[in-house]
């Protein structure tokens, strides 16, 4: 029986070609070499090789060692270099001269498909914001007089953002409980997940400009899974009176794959009922395209899953967040990467992050290794997720995940 050729993917396979999430890996052979890859079930095309065996005039941007260029391209070329990978994976006339290209999954190893310029995280859960005001402000109102106005975020550090399968080193630095006479030093002991998901900027914008809420499009190339890992115990004893700081600054892990927009337009949700009237930058009520992504996403500690954080609640869009980063003229750079903020729904089951499963640590969970209320070295979480696509196909957006390493 002739070997299946791997441009077969199996139907409703949640990576066939309706979803070609873009990535960059290196091989065995040429592990110095990075390359472009398009992943495609359970192989990986090398897109710059394809493109220059089918004379393509996109070889050059898909033969560079990093999805930048591609990026800054804008969005004709993201559409027309999407497109024409769609032929060549789906066009029976292109299977001799792609199928030499395809690599299996496992035989490649993936690296941080961009070089990432700024990066900030936002807050926009209502139901994440809420169980922590309730958490930390029994006595007072959940959410701040602030949070149904605009899309709060702070910057954070890019140069700690990592690929996912990185080894996360458990960080140190003050914490001081109510009941300490002063702060300590040492290492996290509340060391937490964030499940999110981030956007990464193509086309950039200039200082002075602003990016408004119809060009989403525009600018942001696709969306990928995202762990913004939590010092809780550094976080509460820094953050007062400024934002996040040293509790979040020493790793954020990113998935390997990024899904481009095109590929999630059946997943396009309209965002909840808002509260109260929204600021004209801000005010989606009638554009042309719904601002939320019904979004799937699975978190487990060491295998065992522990939350179904569903997306589709986000209170405030990705198109809303980006509108808010520069309507004070701030610029968009090329691989600018931005966090949704912790992905909460209004069930237990569906928290994202350790410190609403667990109430602060109140309420331990049950793991076949042990109890946990917060994460231990040795610890490994993994996200993982998946949107409809079109004809009821799930895309799938791959995968992120880390394991806890003892601090240094």
């Known amino acids: 029986m002739p070997q299946q050729s791997p441009l077969d993917v199996p139907e409703g396979d949640p990576f066939g070609p309706h979803n070609l999430p873009y990535g960059v890996f290196s091989t065995a052979e040429e592990p110095a070499r990075r390359r472009i890859g398009v992943r495609l079930g359970g192989h990986v095309l090398d ?26 391209a804008g969005r004709t070329v993201w559409h027309d270099v999407r497109r024409a990978l769609t032929a060549w994976v789906t066009d029976p006339g292109h299977r001799p001269t792609v199928e030499p290209h395809l690599i299996a999954l496992d035989a490649v190893t993936l690296h941080l498909p961009y ?91 200039g200082m002075g400009e602003q990016v408004a809420l119809g060009d989403f499009r525009e600018h942001v190339f696709g969306l990928f899974l995202l762990n913004d890992w939590s010092a809780r115990d550094i976080q509460a004893w820094e953050y007062v009176p400024l934002g996040p700081f040293l509790g979040k ?3 954020t892990s990113v998935s390997a794959w990024v899904t481009p927009l095109e590929a999630l337009d059946a997943a396009r949700v309209a965002p909840p009922a808002r509260d109260f009237p929204l600021l004209p930058y801000l005010d989606d009520s009638a554009t042309d395209e719904d601002g939320g992504f019904d979004l799937h996403i699975t978190v487990s500690v060491n295998g065992q899953e522990v939350a179904r954080p569903p997306f589709a609640t986000m209170y405030w869009t990705a198109a809303q967040q980006l509108a808010h980063m520069t309507v004070n003229g701030a610029s968009l750079r090329t691989g600018d990467v931005y966090g949704s903020g912790t992905v909460s729904g209004p069930e237990v089951n569906q928290r994202g992050s ?33 949107a409809p696509g079109p004809d009821g196909v799930r895309v799938g957006l791959g995968e992120v995940t880390g394991r806890i390493v003892g601090a240094r």
Not at 47 to 72: H, Q, T, V
Not at 360 to 382: H, Q
């Open 47 to 72: 897109a710059g090789a394809a493109a220059l065996a089918l004379g393509s005039p996109y070889a050059g941007l898909l033969g560079k060692p990093s999805l930048n260029p591609l990026l800054a």
């Open 115 to 205: 070089e990432v310029a700024d990066y900030v995280d936002f807050y926009a859960s209502e139901h994440h914001a809420t169980n922590v005001g309730r958490m930390f402000r029994p006595d007072g109102d959940a959410l701040t007089p602030n949070w149904k106005h605009l899309p709060i975020g702070y910057h954070g550090r890019s140069g700690t953002i990592v690929v996912s399968g990185t080894d996360v080193v458990r960080p140190s630095g003050q914490r001081k409980t109510p009941a300490d006479p002063a702060p300590v030093f040492g290492p996290s002991t509340k060391l937490d997940i964030e499940a999110e998901v981030g956007f990464v900027v193509g086309t950039p914008s």
């Open 249 to 251: 600054s020493f790793a």
């Open 354 to 386: 350790l410190l609403e499963l667990t109430w602060n640590g109140r309420d331990a969970i049950e793991l076949a290794d042990g109890k946990r209320t917060f994460l231990e070295d040795g610890d490994t979480v993994t996200m993982t997720a998946w």
